[in-house]
């Protein structure tokens, strides 16, 4: 048994807007604090009409604010486009609102294309280079400041907020083992590289003040209804999204359809599963049957679920259907 947690990416349905995304957000955010599911993280994203968590930390204070229990956090900050002390100052502001409840998981890659990554940072070329430096200095703005320090997080001086590498190839499976770091992989939509980056990040990782042995988090898509068939229909919107991303056209998510073949090429199909191939579509026994499988193939201590489902009560209830199948699967946390 382990953890089970939500990864969301507050997504913008067709003819829906970021107000109802958000509002969306914190509903669900309280169904999982109820159900005992362990973490509920958002994810930056620029320049993307149909996910609304651009303002990482903003959205991140809206539900932590409207729960009570449920740990809240970053899956993940794109580190390098910010500066280290602009996000040890933000999450120092959460873990001072919200003692005890912040998580601060960090990446490498823009969260975005090119053009946007150009306008965020800037310093494009650099950026993504100094990234292992730059999560050393955010972790010295969490510690006790020293004597003589001539620039601190205020707040952050002292936090320790917990810090996670995320990743999609093996850079920060490496990194975190070398930082003794917990490790999260974006398994639910870059899976060519999960097995290998897996082992050679428990092969590889040194204790640290925070961490004494390996944590591993694996992430997976999930579309749990009543039936097989309504299960695998709810995915055909994250499939659609998928490929308009890969066509270069990104939009808001989709409603589902019934034929994925009337839109898809058989090539364009064989890239959108390959790339989503760690998801789960169906009802409650092939859920729990797919989670079981994955859960011990990976030898995981965690376990991220994320649902880009249209429907708001189907994506609700997608989450109820798991935390009902899982049950001997899930490590519950304590609700107040």
């Known amino acids: ?20 995304a958000f509002r ?17 993280w958002l994810a930056e994203h620029h320049n993307m009409p149909g ?6 930390a903003v959205v991140i204070g809206h539900v932590a604010g409207g729960t009570r229990t449920i740990r809240v956090g970053a899956g993940g900050i794109m580190l390098p486009n910010h ?45 993504s280079d100094r990234f292992p430096e730059d999560v050393a200095e955010l972790q010295q703005y969490f510690r006790p400041s020293r004597p003589g320090q001539a620039i601190r997080a205020i707040p952050g001086d002292g936090l320790e907020v917990p810090l996670w590498l995320l990743g999609s190839s093996l850079f920060g499976a490496q990194l975190a083992a070398m930082m003794g770091l917990p490790f999260a992989f974006a398994s639910h939509f870059a899976p060519d590289q999960l097995m290998t980056a897996i082992s050679l990040y428990r092969a590889n990782f040194r204790p640290s003040e925070t961490l ?20 695998r229909r709810l995915a055909t919107s994250l499939q659609q999204q998928f490929l308009n991303l890969r066509r270069g056209a990104p939009g808001q998510l989709p409603p589902p359809v019934d034929d994925m073949d009337a839109i898809w090429s058989p090539a364009e199909r064989l890239n959108v599963e390959r790339a989503l191939a760690c998801s789960v579509a169906g009802a409650p026994q092939t859920v729990r049957q797919g989670l079981a499988a994955f859960i011990a193939q990976t030898q995981a201590d965690e376990l991220m679920l ?10 609700m209830r997608s989450f109820e259907i798991v935390a009902d199948a899982c049950a001997d699967l899930m490590v519950r946390q304590e609700t107040v």
């Open 83 to 127: 500066s280290p002390l602009v996000i040890a100052e933000q999450f120092g502001t959460l873990a001072s609102l919200y003692p005890g409840r912040i998580d601060l998981g960090l990446g490498r890659a823009p969260g975005t294309d090119q053009t946007t990554a150009r306008a965020l940072r800037r310093d494009i070329l650099h950026a």
């Open 24 to 40: 969306n957000t914190l509903e669900l955010a309280r169904l999982a604090e109820r159900l005992g599911y362990r973490r509920y």
């Open 51 to 56: 996910i609304a968590s651009a303002a990482t």
């Open 306 to 315: 994320t649902a880009q489902i249209y429907d708001h009560a189907a994506r």
């Open 212 to 231: 004494d042995k390996p944590h591993v988090m694996v992430a997976a898509s999930v579309f749990a209804a009543d039936t097989d068939e309504e299960g």
């Open 1 to 20: 048994m382990i953890p089970f947690s939500v990864l969301d990416l507050s997504p913008i349905t067709q003819g829906s807007d970021a107000a109802t």
